[in-house]
């Protein structure tokens, strides 16, 4: 996978993040920049080209995930992470993933599969990966979603029930209404800062 390691202080936590859909490995870089500068950044680029634009995994439709590729890709993901931790020597148990859009959804995704993935979770207009899952036990996880109440894209009903699910899996789940669309706002970025700033 394309990604961009930037090393940060020792303390800190790694920034895993997962852009949208056309994006690339610099595209969230500015925002980690905002949320804690002195963190450690894996920026990771999605292998799955649309009409030429990079994801993390397929979909069937808009809304309509490729089931069978968001697993295969969500594994692909998680050993990825292992091995960037061994060959940088950062700490796997201390990651934050920052995700938008269909990089939210695959960062959710990973909170679905493996028990304690992450550390946390900035999730910006993400949906339910998969409304089919027992999702994995996330005691002592905390997750920060960003959601639009008019977003076209993430209707409003999948973000409630992205938190129910997480809730429910023992994640700490603070959920943060714009009133913008699909678009990733500062006004956002900011509430994401102060809420990583008050919890780590």
Excluded at 57 to 72: C, I, Q, S, T, Y
Aim: proline share 4%; hydrophobic share 40%.
């Amino acid at each position: 996978m394309n990604y961009i390691f930037n090393k940060g202080k020792v303390d800190k936590p790694v920034f895993l993040l997962l852009h949208g859909t056309g994006g690339d490995e610099n595209s969230l870089l500015a925002l980690a920049e905002i949320i804690d500068p002195e963190a450690s950044v894996l920026s990771v680029r999605g292998n799955i080209l649309e009409h030429g634009m990079p994801r993390f995994f397929r979909r069937l439709a808009e809304g309509v995930f490729d089931m069978e590729d968001l697993a295969f890709r969500t594994k692909e993901l998680y050993e990825f992470i292992g091995e960037k931790a061994s060959e940088y020597g950062f700490d796997r148990q201390n990651i934050i993933a920052i995700g938008y859009s269909n990089g939210a959804n695959i960062a959710a995704n990973l909170l679905f599969e493996y028990e304690n993935a992450l550390k946390g979770a900035i999730l910006h207009h993400p949906m339910v990966p998969n409304h089919e899952a027992t999702v994995a036990k996330q005691d002592g996880t905390h997750v920060f979603i960003a959601a639009g109440v008019n977003d076209p894209i993430c209707p409003q009903q999948e973000a409630i029930d992205l938190e129910r699910y997480l809730t429910d899996a023992g994640a700490n789940v603070t959920l943060e209404w714009e009133s913008n669309g699909h678009q990733l706002t500062m006004n956002e970025v900011q509430k994401a800062k102060a809420w990583y700033e008050h919890t780590f």
